[in-house]
C-alpha cells in the first residue's frame, strides 16, 4: 500500500458541485522500478502512474458504496459523490479534474481551450467540434448549455424546482448565445458581475432535445421543472461520451457499454459494471470471491488491512479533497438555541474520534480547523481551535449551559423552561463503520451533558440531507482546489445544499459577495469572514480532511488514483487489461 500527502499542497477542499484552478496535464508515464505497471509511482506521476498498453475488450466491475434514488446529478438530493461517478463519461464536461488536482479541457468536446473575450461584461467563449454528438446522432450544441444555466441559475423565471446543488456562477450568468449552428457558445455574465473561476462551471451537461422530445417547453420554468424531474426518474438512453447505459438499477448495479456513436478515442473495456455493496464488510468478500475488481471505498482498519495483505492488489491511501464534518439541522427545537448547540460541540472529542477511526492506519490526520482551506495554505486561518469545539471539555460545556440557564437532573439536560432536551437523531450512511464508531462515540460524549441521542441509518444519503430528516448528521463534502463558490453551496441561506438551515444575513451577504470577485485573494478573506461566523454559531464541526483509499487488481492498466470529485473513473475509457508482452 502506498500512503502520501502528496495532495497536501493545494489551497482549498471544494464540493462535489464546484470549480477548480486551471493548469494543463502532467506527463505521461509512471511504473514500478521493474518495469511493470503500477500505482509505486503515483506520488510522483499521479497522471502518468500505471500507464499501460490495453489488449481490446475485457470488462471490470468497480463497486460504489451507496445506493441511488436519482438519476439527476444536478439536483441537491441527487449530488451525490457516486452517481456523478457512474454518470462521468455520460453526461457531457467541458473539461475535469486530473489526479494531481489540474483542469484539463475536453478537447474531444471542444476544438482548443476557452479564453475570456472580455473583462467586462465578463465574457468566454466555448467552439464545439463539429464532430461532437449524443448517442442518437443529434449535434451538441449551445442548446445544451442553455439548458445547464437554466437547471442550475436558481432563478424562478428559469426553474420553478430545479433545486440546484450549487447556482453560483450560473446565477451570474446574463446571455448564452450560439453561433456556428450552435457550435460556438459565448457566455456572458451580468453587468459588473465578476466570476474568477469561470472555467469550471459548465460540466454534468444533460441533452436538451431528449426533454423537448418529451414535450417540455424549456423556456418556461415549468417545463424546465419537468425537465429536471424526467432526467431524475429516467434511466439515461442516451450518451454524451464513450460509455452508455445497458441495463441499470441505482440500488443494485449500473452496467455500461460502448457508445457506438461516440467521437473520440476509446474505450477499451467492452463492459463496465458498477455494483452497489454498501455494506463494508461485503466489499471485502465480494473482491475475496471475485466478484469485484476495485473500488474508491471510505476505509476502515480492517479493510485496509484484509486488502492490502491480498496477492495481486494495488491499493492506495492519500489526503484526498474531501472533510468529514458533523451538522446540526437547526429547525430542530432544542438545536434553535445556540448556546445548546455550543456545548454539544464542545462536548464532541474530536481526537478520541480520529484515533477510534482513522489514526490505525492514516496516524497523520488532525482535527480540521478550517472549512475551505488546508494547514498549509496560505489563505487557513484556524476558526476552530479558539471554539474550544470538538475539544471533549465536558466541563467547559457544562459551563456554557449553565450560563444559559440549563439544569441537569440526574442524567437528564434540562431546557431553561424545565423541559427535558432529546433525545436527538443522529444520522449516517448504513455499512459505513467510521460513521457508525463515529455515531457512539458522539453518543458517549453528549450523554455526559445529559443530552440523549439515538442512532440511525440511511441508504439514501442525498434524500436524507434535503429532506432534513435527521436532526446531527455526519457526512462529508468532496471536492476540489477551488473555493470560490463553496460558501454559498455550504451557508446560504437560500441553498438547496444548506441541509441543516443555516441562516445568518452577514454570512449570506460575505458569501454572496465572494462569488462577485476576480481576485482569489479577496474571494479567500470573504470566505474567512463567513467561516468566523459559521464556526461561532456552532452550526457545522469539522472533523478532518478525509483519507482517501484505492484499490484494483494489478492486472488493469490506466487505472490509477484520482482523489479530486472525479474520481478514479475519470477516464475509465483508458482502462483495460494489461496487454500480454511479446
Request: glycine content about 8%; overall charge negative.
Amino acid at each position: 500500500m502506498r500512503i502520501t500527502k502528496r495532495l497536501a499542497s493545494f489551497a482549498a477542499v471544494g464540493l462535489s458541485a464546484t470549480l477548480a484552478l486551471t493548469a494543463c496535464a502532467g506527463e505521461e508515464g509512471g511504473s514500478s522500478g521493474d518495469g511493470a505497471p503500477s500505482w509505486d509511482a503515483c506520488a510522483d506521476d499521479p497522471n502518468g502512474c500505471n500507464s499501460g498498453e490495453p489488449a481490446p475488450g475485457g470488462e471490470i466491475v468497480w463497486a460504489f458504496e451507496q445506493e441511488q434514488a436519482s438519476w439527476n446529478n444536478l439536483t441537491s438530493s441527487g449530488n451525490t459523490f457516486a452517481l456523478s461517478q457512474m454518470l462521468d463519461k455520460i453526461l457531457v464536461d467541458t473539461g475535469e479534474f486530473l489526479p494531481d488536482g489540474s483542469w484539463a479541457w475536453d478537447l474531444d468536446l471542444l476544438q482548443e481551450e476557452p479564453q475570456l473575450v472580455s473583462e467586462d461584461p465578463q465574457s468566454w467563449t466555448y467552439r464545439i467540434r463539429p464532430e461532437a454528438k449524443w448517442s442518437d446522432g443529434t449535434d451538441i450544441t449551445v442548446d445544451d448549455f442553455i439548458f445547464l444555466w437554466r437547471h442550475n441559475s436558481g432563478d424562478p423565471e428559469h426553474c420553478t424546482e430545479c433545486n440546484p446543488a450549487s447556482s453560483a456562477g450560473f446565477s451570474q450568468i446574463e446571455s448564452i448565445e450560439g453561433t456556428d449552428n450552435g457550435k460556438t457558445v459565448t457566455v456572458t455574465l451580468k453587468p459588473g458581475e465578476k466570476f474568477a473561476e469561470w472555467q469550471f462551471l459548465f460540466t454534468d451537461m444533460y441533452p436538451a432535445h431528449v426533454a423537448e422530445a418529451q414535450g417540455f417547453d424549456l423556456d418556461t420554468p415549468e417545463g424546465m421543472t419537468q425537465a429536471s424531474q424526467y432526467f431524475a426518474e429516467t434511466q439515461p438512453t442516451w450518451s454524451g461520451g464513450p460509455y452508455q447505459v445497458a441495463q441499470a438499477d441505482l440500488r443494485q448495479q449500473i452496467i455500461l457499454e460502448p457508445n457506438p456513436n461516440w467521437y473520440g478515442e476509446g474505450p477499451v473495456l467492452e463492459t463496465v459494471t458498477y455494483r452497489i455493496i454498501t455494506e463494508q464488510d461485503a466489499l471485502v468478500t465480494a473482491l475475496n470471491s471475485g466478484e469485484i475488481d476495485g473500488s474508491r471505498p471510505q476505509p476502515n482498519p480492517d479493510m485496509v488491512q484484509q486488502i492490502d495483505a491480498m496477492e495481486g492488489m494495488l491499493s492506495y491511501v492519500d489526503a484526498g479533497y474531501e472533510w468529514e464534518h458533523i451538522d446540526l439541522n437547526l429547525e430542530n427545537q432544542w438545536l434553535r438555541d445556540v448556546e445548546l448547540r455550543r456545548a454539544i460541540f464542545t462536548a464532541i472529542d474530536v481526537n478520541n474520534v480520529l484515533n477510534r477511526t482513522v489514526a490505525s492506519f492514516y496516524p497523520d490526520a488532525e482535527p480540521k480547523t478550517n472549512y475551505l482551506f488546508l494547514p498549509n495554505s496560505e489563505y487557513h486561518q484556524d476558526h476552530i481551535t479558539g471554539t474550544g469545539h470538538g475539544s471533549g471539555d465536558v466541563q467547559a460545556a457544562m459551563d456554557i449551559l449553565t450560563a444559559a440557564g440549563y439544569t441537569l437532573e440526574g442524567d437528564q439536560l434540562m431546557t431553561p423552561e424545565g423541559e427535558p432536551v432529546g433525545p436527538l437523531r443522529f444520522v449516517h450512511t448504513e455499512g459505513n463503520q467510521l460513521r457508525a464508531t463515529t455515531a457512539q462515540l458522539v453518543q458517549e460524549n453528549l450523554a455526559e451533558i445529559g443530552i440523549p441521542v439515538t442512532i440511525e441509518t440511511t441508504a439514501d444519503l442525498g434524500a436524507t440531507l434535503a429532506s432534513g430528516d435527521f436532526d446531527i448528521m455526519i457526512f462529508a463534502w468532496v471536492g476540489s482546489p477551488a473555493f470560490q463558490a463553496s460558501g454559498q453551496q455550504f451557508w446560504d441561506s437560500e441553498s438547496d445544499s444548506n441541509f441543516g438551515h443555516y441562516s445568518n444575513p452577514e454570512v449570506d451577504r460575505l458569501v454572496r459577495e465572494a462569488l462577485n470577485q476576480s481576485d482569489l485573494a479577496a474571494v479567500a478573506d470573504l470566505l474567512n469572514q463567513a467561516q468566523a461566523i459559521v464556526a461561532s454559531e456552532a452550526y457545522s464541526l469539522p472533523l478532518l480532511d478525509r483519507p482517501v483509499y484505492a484499490f484494483v487488481r494489478d492486472d488493469y492498466v490506466n487505472v490509477r488514483p484520482n482523489f479530486t470529485n472525479e474520481g478514479v473513473p475519470y477516464n475509465i475509457h483508458e482502462w483495460g487489461l494489461a496487454a500480454s508482452a511479446e
